[in-house]
């Protein structure tokens, strides 16, 4: 079955750094599109930067451009999203999600929580 397990989240100060992992495994990783989420306390979930199966197409949430980089290697089935120049308004729990061309649904992690303090 499809899993993905995020780690790499913790409280840092605002200007910090975190890099996220994802660990990819039931599926075809390298076929497949790999995105982050985060979903701020009430709040929706947002999509935050995805990656084509080969890595040359990203695409980044404008609130993270030139801070954030997601990255993945295809030899370890995972995805990675470095997170620079935190600001408190980073503070969320990001997801790991994917979907698989022959799934009906986008499967999700159990998401890592981040927490920028001021």
């Known amino acids: 079955q499809v899993q993905l397990v995020e780690s790499g989240g913790g409280s840092v100060q605002a200007g910090g750094s975190l890099r996220l992992s994802c660990v990819a495994s039931?599926?075809?990783?390298?076929?497949?599109?790999m995105d982050w989420y985060r979903q701020a306390p009430g709040k929706g979930r947002d999509l935050v930067a995805t990656?084509?199966?080969?890595?040359?197409?990203?695409d980044y949430a404008d609130s993270v451009k030139g801070r954030f980089t997601i990255a993945r290697d295809n030899n370890k089935n995972t995805v990675y999203l470095q997170m620079n120049s935190l600001k408190p308004e980073d503070t969320a729990v990001y997801y790991c999600?994917?979907?698989?061309?022959?799934?009906?649904?986008?499967?999700w992690g159990q998401g890592t929580q981040v927490t920028v303090s001021s």
């Open positions: 999600a994917t979907y698989p061309t022959w799934a009906w649904r986008r499967y």
């Open positions: 039931g599926f075809t990783f390298s076929s497949s599109i």
């Open positions: 990656i084509s199966s080969n890595g040359r197409e990203i």
